[in-house]
T-cell receptor, first 114, second 113 residues
Framework: NAGVTQTPKFQVLKTGQSMTLQCAQD?????MYWYRQDPGMGLRLIYY???????DKGEVPNGYNVSRLNKREFSLRLESAAPSQTSVYFC?????????????FGPGTRLTVT | SQKIEQNSEALNIQEGKTATLTCNYT??????LQWYRQDPGRGPVFLLL?????KEKRKERLKVTFDTTLKQSLFHITASQPADSATYLC????????????FGRGTSLIVHP
């Protein structure tokens, strides 16, 4: 039982390049989330998916797109990376429908945009 | 939306003492509140959830209180150990009826041997 996995662990991009961050969970959770964490800013929600087939914007969605590929996988895409997107990105999952309010986080992807 | 305040200054304590971290919130009173632990370079890990009708919740050396009048939660670690050194995050629902949490910025705890 790996929990929530994220790839890659580290990435350096040049401004304007694109990339996709991958996230998968093996806990059969319905809800999945993407956060970014910056020094002094805490965790901020980018997008979330309440269940397979649905996605919604969070607090800071600009510059990002997401895909809920299936129940297990939720990817985050940066179409044209900007230095302001340098951050640590965390994926999380939860099973709200079963009363599980706690979130399970992946190890994070450290992204630097130069 | 909810605004959460956690002490941005690190809390330094001696091993064996009780650490107490504070989480204050504004706006509406949430139905529950969560505490997470985050180690450097890792994702947050869920510790405890306390509901609005619970004044106190315990798990091993951890204790959480929830005072809806003061709009405050206190997180205690008794008999603290150097291994307890980490950043502790408080999280509350974004708004009434929401299951999506808003996280505080966290307080760093450093336990000295």
């Amino acid at each position: 039982n790996a929990g929530v996995t994220q790839t890659p662990k580290f990435q350096v991009l040049k401004t304007g390049q694109s990339m996709t961050l991958q996230c998968a969970q093996d806990m059969n959770h319905n809800s999945m989330y993407w956060y970014r964490q910056d020094p002094g800013m805490g965790l901020r929600l980018i997008y979330y998916s309440a269940s397979e087939g649905t996605t919604d914007k969070g607090e800071v969605p600009n510059g990002y797109n997401v895909s809920r590929l299936n129940k297990r996988e939720f990817s985050l895409r940066l179409e044209s990376a900007a230095p302001s997107q340098t951050s640590v990105y965390f994926c999380a999952s939860s099973e709200v429908s079963a009363g599980g309010l706690e979130q399970y986080f992946g190890p994070g992807t450290r992204l630097t945009v130069t | 939306s909810q605004k959460i305040e956690q002490n941005s200054e690190a809390l330094n304590i001696q091993e064996g003492k009780t650490a107490t971290l504070t989480c204050n919130y504004t706006n509406y009173s949430p139905a529950y509140l969560q505490w997470y632990r985050q180690d450097p370079g890792r994702g947050p890990v869920f510790l405890l959830l306390i509901r609005e009708n619970e004044k106190e919740k315990r798990k091993e050396r951890l204790k959480v209180t929830f005072d809806t009048t003061l709009k405050q939660s206190l997180f205690h670690i008794t008999a603290s150990q150097p291994a307890d050194s980490a950043t502790y995050l408080c999280a509350l629902p974004q708004s009434g009826g929401s299951y999506i949490p808003t996280f505080g910025r966290g307080t760093s705890l450093i336990v000295h041997p």
